[in-house]
């Protein structure tokens, strides 16, 4: 099975700031990495698929890349509604599995 | 738009089944382009993929599971459905349905999940 791993676990940020989270396999999974948001009680959403691809609707300071074992997710301007968590997932292969999430706090 | 919404028991006693349905609006489950997801997350933690299944029957489920999964679908009725054996507490979580683009098995809709608990 693939294992991911995400980093940093939790991170304090200001409103305006640029933060990247960095989402690690352990093997190989070429461009096979999406990222979701999570807000408390609600389900996930999809941010980014493809490593790279922006899903409709989601704001352009939403940005990923990355291939092989190592990915970003950037978010260029912190919006006070981007306080939340953020996963990872390979779909390279079956079992499908995902990172254990960052939590983006308000410094 | 695509819509999707859990329904079944949220208490279940130890050593029983949980069942949940997912039905789906907005979208046909028979559509070839798409996996049918069971996704859970255990109380202020991380996601767990349960498994998905196609339109025509055939699923994969996560070996961690250890065989206790099973999936149908019922495409007269749009829906698709879980049963998990021989529950724990281990088990109690929120579980979501998910749809999931079959080429590349990224997760583009979800539904708004459903608490179940383990316990007697």
């Known amino acids: 099975d693939i294992q991911m791993t995400q980093s940093p676990s939790s991170l304090s940020a200001s409103v305006g700031d640029r933060v990247t989270i960095t989402c690690r396999a352990s093997q190989s999974i070429a461009s096979y990495l999406n990222w979701y948001q999570q807000k408390p009680g609600k389900a996930p959403n999809l941010l980014i698929y493809?490593?790279?691809s922006l899903q409709g609707g989601v704001p352009s300071r939403f940005s990923g890349s990355g291939s092989g074992t190592d990915f970003t997710l950037t978010i260029s301007s912190l919006q006070p509604e981007d306080f939340v968590t953020y996963y990872c997932q390979q779909s390279y292969t079956t079992p499908l599995s995902f990172g254990g999430g960052t939590k983006v706090e308000i410094k | 738009q695509v819509h999707l919404q859990e329904s079944g028991p949220g208490l279940v006693k130890p050593s029983q089944t949980l069942s949940l349905t997912c039905t789906v609006s907005?979208?046909?489950?028979?559509?070839?382009?798409?996996?049918w997801s069971w996704i859970r997350q255990h109380p202020g933690k991380g996601l767990e993929w349960i498994g998905y299944?196609?339109?025509?029957?055939?699923?994969y489920s996560n070996p961690s599971l250890k065989g206790r999964v099973t999936m149908s679908v019922d495409t007269s009725k749009n829906q698709f459905s879980l049963k998990l054996s021989s529950v724990t507490a281990a088990d109690t979580a929120v579980y979501y349905c998910?749809?999931?683009?079959?080429?590349?098995?990224?997760?583009?809709?979800w539904g708004q999940g459903t608490l179940v608990t383990v316990s007697s």
């Open positions: 998910a749809r999931v683009i079959k080429r590349t098995e990224y997760l583009d809709y």
């Open positions: 907005g979208g046909s489950i028979s559509s070839g382009d798409y996996y």
């Open positions: 493809g490593a790279s």
């Open positions: 299944i196609y339109y025509s029957g055939s699923t």
